[in-house]
């Protein structure tokens, strides 16, 4: 009921961006979404971004929130930079190819009882920035989301 009231207040509403570090949101997205036997990996390399920095804490919680549900609570979960952006990638089984563009719409889940808000949730953000996301396969061999064209910052 949470991601549905947030897809509903915010829409795809962006406020002020200012320069964040993409690490320590990622930690403190961890700190909230991540499981205590689930193992977490961050690049040493992620570059600071400009973002609304509320949503990309809700873009990062339901991106790690997302693997940990699919991949299992004693998964590995990467995240690290890509050529301009960031990836989110798991070892858990992964997302079939005809699926791929399907995990974004509203109510699209593959989970016994989920929302399927929570993947919409981070695509309305991704535009909302006027980021590019896609859904790949992982380095890890589950599911690996790349979110793309973001505009990095000098701290």
Do not use: Y
């Not at 406020?15 to 403190?28: C, I, M, Y």
């Not at 699926?99 to 695509?123: P, Y």
Request: charged share 30%.
């Amino acid at each position: 009921m949470t991601d549905l009231l947030t897809l509903t207040r915010q829409g795809r509403v962006v406020g002020e961006t200012k320069s964040l570090g993409l690490g320590d949101a990622v930690h403190d997205a961890w700190s909230i979404t991540g499981s205590e036997t689930a193992t977490l990996d961050v690049a040493d390399e992620l570059p600071t971004i400009r973002a609304d920095e509320s949503r990309l804490r809700e873009l990062l919680e339901n991106l790690l929130d997302n693997a940990v549900t699919h991949a299992g609570d004693d998964s590995q979960v990467r995240v690290e930079a890509i050529r301009d952006g960031f990836a989110v990638g798991d070892d858990g089984s992964g997302i079939p190819p005809e699926q791929r563009d399907r995990v974004f719409d509203d109510g699209f889940s593959t989970e016994q009882g989920g929302t399927g808000f929570g993947l919409s949730i981070v695509k309305q953000i991704a535009d909302a920035h006027r980021w590019t996301l896609t859904a790949t396969d992982g380095e890890l061999g589950g599911a690996r989301f790349e979110v793309r064209d973001i505009d990095t910052a000098e701290e």
